[in-house]
């Protein structure tokens, strides 16, 4: 593949802020990228936009027209290409410029997307039923997330249960509340008065009636995102959880330990502060969990290195490194390390469906995704489509 043009502007991602967009010309037509951004971050990912995005935008265009004529024959190819773009850039402009040549370099090998990074390998969803924390501005759980997934094989009966357990939910907070009117957070998940306790309840309740009808295995999975409400060493809720609402955080892990046999959770996201790595341990060793991290390994290797000892399950996003190198050795790493991968979503997507190729073609084991909003849709129908 030659590149005969590239070019970059400003788009609008699904919580209407200002991205960057990257627009490949080729012979053989035009192929776009667009990278995403986190309302909930981890400090140890890369800035998107260093300086401003219009002024980043301008030095970029500046940069991309330097690559006018290069041939990009394989991926190592881009990998080049990351490792020649200057620190300001990597983050949005970076990743936007890597999809794009991923998209018009796979249709010039007359292949799929996932085939550059692998084989096609199994993913399931791990779909958002419930928004709290930062998405849903503070008027929710303090729990960032209440998720679903299932046990099934099949990808297509495992959407279907998802959905079913979504839209069961939705008829419970109307049962509820008659001022529940159907409002969902940037990832499409369901903001509700409920406080933390509540929420689980009602979710459970579900899954236990859906599993019921449909001889389904279907599972609750949690993002505490507990840094967003950790500060001077106490977590703290707005609502008292089991009695308390200002505790330690040995007391978070404990509290993590004892919800997780209440409600039989699989799934558990950053259940501490993103520095306490013996709180992820804790919950690892009392639980049967999945325990994952995301704050405290933000998709970097350095990150992985110190902590993988302390979870037996990572998150991968592809915008907290800035390259796809970096994110090929990542995935890498958490494979040496045993780790179970779920590649994920960001809370300001773009409508591309990148991410569901990325994490078929690494063996990820899930995808964590929205299953409401056309930019979450687009990465589960993307996923059916390769079942």
Do not use: W
């Amino acid at each position: 593949m030659q590149i005969k043009r590239l070019t970059s502007r400003k788009i609008l991602n699904s919580n209407s802020n200002f991205t960057i967009e990257v627009k490949l010309d080729t012979e053989r037509g035009s192929f776009r990228g667009s990278s995403p951004a986190g309302e909930s971050t981890s400090k140890y990912e890369v800035s998107q936009f260093s300086g401003g995005l219009d002024s980043v935008i301008i030095k970029f265009n500046e940069f991309l027209s330097r690559l006018k004529s290069k041939k990009v024959d394989t991926i190592n190819d881009i990998f080049e290409i990351e490792r020649n773009i200057s620190q300001e850039f990597i983050g949005g402009p970076s990743l936007s410029l890597s999809y794009a040549l991923i998209y018009g370099l796979s249709n010039d090998l007359g292949i799929e997307p996932y085939e550059l990074f692998g084989g096609k390998n199994h993913m399931m969803p791990i779909c958002k039923v419930l928004g709290g924390g930062v998405h849903a501005s503070g008027l929710s759980m303090d729990i960032q997330e209440i998720l679903v997934t299932t046990m099934a094989e099949n990808i297509n009966e495992s959407v279907e249960g998802t959905l079913a357990v979504y839209k069961d939910v939705k008829e419970e907070l109307k049962s509820k509340s008659a001022g529940f009117l159907g409002g969902v957070d940037p990832e499409g998940g369901f903001v509700t008065g409920l406080d933390n306790y509540e929420s689980l309840a009602l979710v459970k309740k579900s899954v236990g009636k859906i599993s019921k009808e449909r001889g389904l295995d279907i599972r609750i999975g949690v993002d505490v995102a507990a840094s967003t409400f950790f500060k001077d060493g106490k977590y703290n809720y707005k609502k008292p959880i089991y009695g308390k609402r200002s505790i330690t955080r040995e007391e978070q892990s404990d509290l993590i330990v004892k919800l997780a046999d209440e409600f039989d959770i699989y799934y558990i996201e950053d259940p501490v502060d993103e520095d306490f790595p013996e709180g992820y341990k804790y919950v690892k060793d009392h639980t049967k969990a999945l325990v994952v991290g995301d704050d405290m390994t933000a998709t970097v290797t350095e990150r992985l290195e110190k902590a993988y000892s302390s979870i037996n399950s990572t998150l991968i996003k592809p915008n907290q490194v800035g390259t796809l190198e970096k994110v090929v050795e990542y995935s890498k790493l958490a494979d040496k390390y045993g780790l179970i991968k779920v590649m994920s979503h960001r809370s300001e997507e773009t409508p591309i469906s990148i991410i569901t190729d990325i994490g078929v073609g690494l063996a990820a084991k899930y995808l964590k995704v929205g299953i409401n909003r056309g930019e979450r849709t687009e990465k589960i129908n993307r996923l059916m489509e390769l079942n």
